[in-house]
C-alpha cells in the first residue's frame, strides 16, 4: 500500500519560514494534481494550494504571496515553502495526490504551529 509520508512541519516565530515535503513511499502512476491542505481545532479542513501535473497553481487567497507550491514528477514529491508566516496559519497540514482515475491519497499529516 503506497503511502504519502510528510516532513518539515515544527514551531516558528511568527514572520519565519518553513518548507513542507511530502513524498509517496512507492510508485503512484497518473498523478493529476497534487495539492496542500490544512486543518486548525476546531474548524474544518480547507485547501491551500494544489498544483496540476502541467505545472499550473492555485492558491487560497489566504496564503497568496507567501506561499508557493512545487512538484517534482521524476521523485512523486511535493513541496509547500511557507514564508511570512502568521499565528493563524497554526494547523495540521495534509497532502494529497489526485490521479486521472480519481483516486485521493492522503498524508497523516503534519504539525505547524507558528507563535506571535
Known amino acids: 500500500q503506497v503511502q504519502l509520508v510528510e516532513s518539515g512541519g515544527g514551531l516558528v516565530q511568527a514572520g519565519g519560514s518553513l518548507r513542507l515535503s511530502c513524498a509517496a513511499s512507492?510508485?503512484?502512476?497518473?498523478?493529476?494534481?497534487m495539492a496542500w491542505y490544512r486543518q486548525a481545532p476546531g474548524k474544518q479542513r480547507e485547501l491551500v494550494a494544489a498544483?496540476?501535473?502541467?505545472?499550473?497553481?492555485n492558491y487560497a487567497d489566504f496564503v497568496k504571496g507567501r506561499f508557493t507550491i512545487s512538484r517534482d514528477n521524476a521523485k512523486n514529491t511535493v513541496y509547500l515553502q511557507m514564508n511570512s508566516l502568521k499565528p493563524e496559519d497554526t494547523a495540521v497540514y495534509y497532502c494529497k495526490f489526485q490521479t486521472t482515475g480519481s483516486r485521493d491519497y492522503w498524508g497523516q499529516g503534519t504539525q505547524v504551529t507558528v507563535s506571535s
Open positions: 498544483i496540476a501535473s502541467g505545472g499550473y497553481t
Open positions: 512507492g510508485i503512484i502512476w497518473s498523478i493529476r494534481a
